[in-house]
């Protein structure tokens, strides 16, 4: 559609001097799909997930979530030939009931709209909590550039709070913030299926 890329984003949870961090460093880099190879793309993209899975050492399904937004292919094709247990995460399906952070009793469907919001407010949390290295430029960049909608007479912040379209970011950030969104989907698997809190 716009561009986008099937982006992986592994990253390895780390304790340093009594803090949990979740580091990316390395980790993130595009599954390769080609029009050539006669497979089909869904093959193409749990192949190359499980390639990326094995050279991580893991985490295996459970600890993989996968944007299913536009489509069920991959999350289903590798619940299928894996292993069960891969986190389908649709976007525009309404935030979770869990609180965002520790120390924070708020269901986050209280305060933000759906998952995709809710993905890139965790990642944000755990990155303000000095939780996060080797986060790639471009994540950064998707990530800080990206704001929340507004009301269009008034400027005021939609609530629950809610990213604003994809395609108008696209059109301000000249790109697809896939880098960003895989991130935030590997801090959600963090939070979700490890029990890490920002």
Do not use: W
Not at 97 to 111: C, G, I
């Amino acid at each position: 559609d716009a561009g986008d890329d099937a982006i992986y984003a592994g990253c390895e949870i780390v304790e340093q001097d009594g803090r949990v961090l979740l580091d990316f460093g390395g980790r993130v880099s595009k599954l390769p799909i080609s029009v050539a190879s006669g497979e089909p793309v869904t093959k193409q993209l749990r192949d190359g997930s499980v390639a990326r899975m094995k050279a991580d050492g893991g985490p295996g399904t459970r600890g993989i979530y996968v944007d299913s937004s536009g489509n069920q292919g991959l999350a289903d094709d590798l619940d299928i030939y894996v292993g069960p247990g891969c986190g389908h995460v649709n976007s525009s399906v309404r935030a979770s009931a869990a609180p965002l952070r520790a120390l924070d009793s708020r269901p986050a469907m209280e305060h933000i709209y759906d998952r995709g919001t809710e993905a890139a407010m965790v990642l944000a949390e755990f990155i303000k909590a000095g939780q996060v290295r080797g986060l790639p430029q471009k994540a950064a960049d998707a990530l800080t550039r990206r704001r929340f909608m507004v009301r269009p007479n008034s400027g005021d912040l939609v609530h629950p709070l809610r990213l604003e379209v994809k395609k108008d970011f696209i059109t301000r950030f000249k790109g697809s913030p896939n880098e960003g969104d895989a991130c935030a989907l590997a801090a959600l698997a963090a939070k979700e299926r490890l029990g890490i809190a920002p």
